[in-house]
């Protein structure tokens, strides 16, 4: 569902930050994303939810190149995708539940219809009591468990996490794992960029480096 | 409104501002501040009392138009000049069976020698001499103005039968009002335009401050998959309302400020003011149907508002990933 | 000036916009959106050009003041009557020695009874009368302004000894347009303090507006040991540039709209722009100390931008931890 | 040099995040605070860099009563103070190098006067290469390292930091904490929020955790 030719990505006149990835995603397949401080996960992230267009290579989405596809036709796409931003990117000015339910309202849902679900969710993450609270009236780990919500609301087909555990407490990590989990084991299929040494020991899921824009696949 | 307008001004007016409020309340995907913001307002509600009043203008001076040339065309003046061997009297007798004679003649009016005399005392001093001087005396014609007499034959009977009659029709004042109000009326046009234009201008650069200062949320909105008309209304809706409300706004300060110079040019004692009321003609009172012109305003710079930043916003968001 | 105005109202037009640019040269702690953005900058070229056009009008009503206490008061008229039985021309000369007896009188100008009788062809026509008839004749005297002399004295000896005499001192006239200007004076003091009153809450709004926007700048730079006069110097700085900016600008402008209406007064065949001179007698040229009395609205703008800035600023960081 | 007397806080008229907290930092200590996430670090970190204050109890720094200390006596104690923070808080329209410096040109201090100090420092956190780049340009580990060198560029007496490693790899973690050492070394009180198991082990300080507004002290 996510097929990667030869992409190779550079900010401006800088140095090449991907060299020539290629790689596949399978449907329903779980997959780490590791690699030193500013070898490129977040950028390579950024090109798979389309913020971004590579310099050079092929990619394809869910079956569409994304070099053809018509500027109408990426929303559509990225309502398929859920992302869990390294700064979260919770907007100030709305409260949790506004900013968890946000994709759903997008989609032109109404309150009520989503309101139970999003509720339910909040309660899952931890923040049933943080539900009218404004994002910067909460803890650091709450707004990351704010944005990892709002990406699973909308049961995208794919979701691709920026280090979604790096303000939490390795008890809540290992809560949170368990929730990528639960959802790829419904078929979402999960790439999940990390530091986090000890969830990589936690589940067993294909393991992608990065180093120097090179990308490796273990196993 | 106007309480409303106030209250997102000057907020410190109406008591605490409780920051936690908002945390229920919010439901706008756009913050307002940056958008509609207290600035623009302000200069948007401007910008609508300078349309206001420069339509206001326009209003009294196309009345003012109107007026001049049915009133002057509505009345010529027959002056007879006691030629020396002629009766007066008998002149003017003859002089009104002529103008009787034509069609589309409401009124012949006569003025008495007394009448005349008036007229030329500021120059002559009262005097005897006034008294026994051969005044030429004046017919005021009233002319029925849907169905106007052939004048210039009139005048032309009047030359050949009437000894020392002259038929006045006024056209040379009512060319030079109407030239100088024609004037008048193309500064206000002028003025008219140029208000839209800045408007617009104004406009533009807001919308694209916005979309600028909120390229966060646009950018998260996008992300989460939203259309680009989806984001567009979101942002345009602060517009309609910043239109709405300065329209409005402006619209009201400028019909009181009309009422107050009415009344300052009908009860003042001030030359300029009754000179202004002179000119105006008598008519200068604003009509309610005249005040729901003004209303104009706050559609049109709502219009305007609306459609500039609608095309500001979707130019934009072409340009974006 | 102009240029880099229009830079930064529409970068589009300079070129395109290198954002990698700003990466080595921002070194202003404070950024420029949403300080001195566009729109405030438009409003306070707005502002300025409309104080500019009060300020200019108000020289004008001014110097028209002037021009009309000392002229018409520096002349006057003697009319004389002919009465039945008196030699109007030995009349004028006893009367021109009595004038010329008083002190203080600059020129004495007899009028001719033709010119007289140009006066009242308009109102009896041109025919044989006028020649046969006994015209009251007019003396114009002029007055050295700096020494008047006794005009009461003068007009109770022209009434006792020269036959239908009267002195007209045009007293009324005077006062007439005198208070008429002084209302437009009025008027156009209130139209700049109301300019002034704007301003200052625009640029108390703005302010605010500015510090909330960068609420979290202001908080980092608290975090990290900055005294409040810092960050005050760092914001002040927009509005000394906007005020400076806004205000010449707007003078500019004004200025030239005011060379633009002066030139439409002397050449054009308006009969408004006409009348307007004529209320303006003749010295409605704007003189170069005029255009530099101009200068004091980028001045006043300046001060006024920069003081307020500063107090709204104190205020709000006083109430920060 | 710092001490808390029976603490407590709350915001608005939420429960209380800290109950009768009491300690003493002494003059050139080193500490972790650790605690679930939503325990209270951050909170407990504010109101040691004066961006709080609190509900109740009493608070001193460097000898001032922080109840008793006028407005204007902030800005010098602040400068005795560096902080990291969680969410960075770096400047977006200034680059790395601007922001590092602000606290020393805040101080009055000419561009000259520190700017060779500023690039080896930058230079130590792996940002040589960056100092001209805009945050926004940065990743999430090259944010935090800007972070931890705007705190520590002043040569502040007491060093905070908040979960100062929660974006970058195991072995820049390391190296981090290596530089806080040192700081340390050199006089400097730490006081170090942090999720991280890694770094607890691997050097020997006092721990307090908080935990349901109570805050515990090991040894
Ligand atoms: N918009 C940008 N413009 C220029 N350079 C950029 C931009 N975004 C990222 N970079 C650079 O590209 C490199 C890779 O950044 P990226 O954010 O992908 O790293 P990362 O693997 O996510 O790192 P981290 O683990 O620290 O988050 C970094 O050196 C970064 O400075
Ligand atoms: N400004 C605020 N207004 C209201 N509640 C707040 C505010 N700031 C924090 N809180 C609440 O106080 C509690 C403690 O927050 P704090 O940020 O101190 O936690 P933390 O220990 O730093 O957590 P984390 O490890 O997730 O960063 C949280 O429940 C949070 O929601
Ligand atoms: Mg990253
Ligand atoms: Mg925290």
């Known amino acids: 569902m996510v097929r990667f030719e030869n992409v190779g990505l550079r900010y401006g006149m800088g140095a090449e930050v991907l060299r020539d990835v290629s790689f596949e995603l399978e449907p329903g397949s779980f997959h780490f994303l590791t690699g030193p401080s500013g070898a490129g996960k977040t950028s390579l992230l950024r090109l798979l939810f389309l913020s971004l267009r590579p310099t050079r290579g092929f990619i394809s989405l869910f079956g569409n190149d994304m070099a053809s596809l018509p500027r109408s036709g990426l929303p559509d796409i990225r309502r398929r995708i859920g992302v869990v931003f390294q700064d979260f990117r919770l907007l100030d000015h709305l409260t949790t539940f506004e900013n968890v339910a946000l994709p759903l309202r997008v989609r032109g849902l109404s309150r009520p219809a989503y309101k139970k679900d999003v509720i339910e969710l909040l309660e899952w993450v931890d923040l049933g009591d943080r539900i009218n609270a404004l994002p910067q009236t909460l803890s650091g780990g709450e707004q990351q468990r704010a944005a990892i919500a709002r990406a699973v609301v909308g049961q995208p087909d794919i979701l691709l996490a920026d280090e979604p555990t790096g303000n939490v407490d390795p008890a809540l990590s290992t809560r949170l794992l368990r929730l990528f989990i639960e959802l790829n084991r419904g078929g979402t299929t999960i790439l999940m960029a990390t530091h986090d040494t000890g969830l990589l020991d936690q589940h067993d899921a294909s393991r992608f480096e990065l180093r120097d824009g090179e990308l490796t696949r273990t196993p | ?321």
């Open chain 2, 1 to 321: 409104m106007i309480t409303q307008y106030l209250k997102d001004l000057v907020p410190e007016l109406f008591g605490e501002v409780d920051p936690s409020h908002s945390t229920r309340r919010t439901s706008q995907i756009m913050p307002d501040s940056g958008v509609s913001g207290r600035t623009l307002t302000i200069v948007m509600t401007i910008m609508c009392y300078l349309a206001c009043m420069a339509l206001g203008a326009l209003i009294i001076i196309n009345k003012s138009i109107d007026n001049w040339t049915s009133d002057i065309s509505g009345q010529v003046t027959v002056q007879i000049r006691p030629v020396s061997g002629s009766d007066v009297e008998a002149e003017i007798v003859k002089a009104v069976a002529i103008i009787e004679a034509a069609s589309g003649i409401t009124a012949i009016n006569v003025m008495t020698a007394d009448d005349a005399r008036a007229l030329l005392e500021p120059w002559l001093g009262a005097g005897e001499i006034l008294q026994e001087l051969p005044i030429p005396r004046l017919i005021e014609v009233t002319i029925d103005r849907e169905n106007p007499p052939d004048l210039s034959a009139i005048a032309e009977r009047l030359g050949e039968e009437v000894q020392g009659a002259t038929l006045d029709t006024h056209r040379r004042w009512q060319d030079q009002l109407v030239r100088a109000a024609g004037t008048l009326q193309l500064i206000g046009y002028s003025v008219l335009a140029l208000i839209s234009v800045t408007t617009i201008a104004i406009i533009v650069f807001a919308t694209r401050a916005a979309m600028y200062s909120n390229r966060q949320i646009v950018e998260v909105l996008h992300l989460v998959g939203a259309r680009d008309n989806f984001i567009a209304v979101q942002v345009q809706r602060h517009f309609l309302r910043l239109g709405l409300k300065g329209g409005l706004i402006g619209a009201l300060v400028g019909a009181v400020s009309f009422t107050a110079v009415n009344m300052l040019a009908t009860d003042g004692a001030s030359g300029l003011a009754q000179n202004i009321d002179a000119i105006a003609s008598g008519t200068y009172n604003f009509s309610i149907a005249n005040y729901l012109l003004l209303l104009l305003i706050p559609l049109v710079a709502t219009l305007i508002s609306l459609i500039t930043a609608r095309l500001a916003i979707m130019r934009i968001l072409g340009g974006v990933l």
